[in-house]
């Protein structure tokens, strides 16, 4: 499966600032995702980030709030906007890679609390 | 609208007991893919194994085994001869055969392996 880091691994951050969180592929993958989960929950997808275009966001969740990037096939970030201790969560990206079949792969993860 | 449903909360066993984590699933598509992922204390999410509708032969790798029953839309998991390490929520998801899919999982089941 391909290898895949995040930055940073954990952070305790102030409300009302901002958190970018770094996700990268050692190789380039079709398709990347954010996912939240918040403590004791389930995995819920925040967003599929795009190569070079606007990422694709579910239902609950918007651009202002958590703005993606996916320069490149290999690399995205998620930022988590004006934060309040309700965004403390797991944040995890995950990638498809080709070839690979319909399989997404996880990365670490991001634990953050919002105090 | 897919949806995935592991009744078990919590599970607690006795180091070398064999013990069953059952996952049961709703979902209108004829074809789709179902996947077992373990989430250790760590936080990461780890691929244990994707399962195509079509095929229900069932599965067996080392201590681990999956019994994947269509007519019950079930996707039951055992550990034989359980060990402390396997020690973790696993997480039994559901997404479509179309490229790209999204993962819908299930709310977990937390194993707890007592020496």
């Known amino acids: 499966s391909a290898v895949i880091s995040q930055k940073p691994s954990r952070d305790i951050c102030q409300r009302g600032t901002s958190l970018t969180i770094q996700c990268q592929v050692d190789?380039?993958?079709?398709?990347m995702f954010w996912y939240r989960q918040q403590p004791g929950q389930s995995l819920t997808l925040i967003a599929t980030?795009?190569?070079?275009?606007?990422?694709?966001?579910e239902s609950g969740f918007v651009i202002d709030k958590f703005p993606i990037s996916r320069p490149n096939l290999t690399f995205s970030t998620l930022t988590v906007s004006n934060m309040s201790p309700e965004d403390s969560s797991i944040y995890l990206c995950?990638?498809?890679?080709?070839?690979?079949?319909?399989?997404?792969?996880f990365g670490p993860g991001t634990r953050l609390l919002v105090l | 609208a897919q949806k995935v449903t592991q009744a078990q909360t919590e599970i607690s066993v006795v180091e070398k007991e064999d013990v069953t984590l059952d996952c049961v699933y709703e979902?209108?598509?004829?074809?789709?893919?179902l996947f077992w992922y373990k989430q250790p204390p760590s936080g990461e999410l780890v691929f244990l194994i994707r399962r195509n509708s079509f095929d229900e032969q069932n599965e067996i790798s080392g201590r681990y085994s999956w019994n994947f029953q269509k007519s019950t839309s079930s996707f039951n998991f055992t550990i034989t001869a359980s060990q402390v390490v396997d020690s973790a929520v696993y997480f039994c998801a559901l997404s479509r055969r179309t490229s790209g899919s999204r993962l819908t999982f299930g709310e977990g089941t937390q194993l707890t392996v007592n020496p």
């Open positions: 979902t209108r598509d004829t074809t789709y893919y």
């Open positions: 995950s990638v498809l890679a080709s070839g690979r079949g319909e399989t997404q792969y």
């Open positions: 190789s380039q993958v079709t398709m």
């Open positions: 980030a795009n190569q070079g275009s606007e990422a694709t966001y």
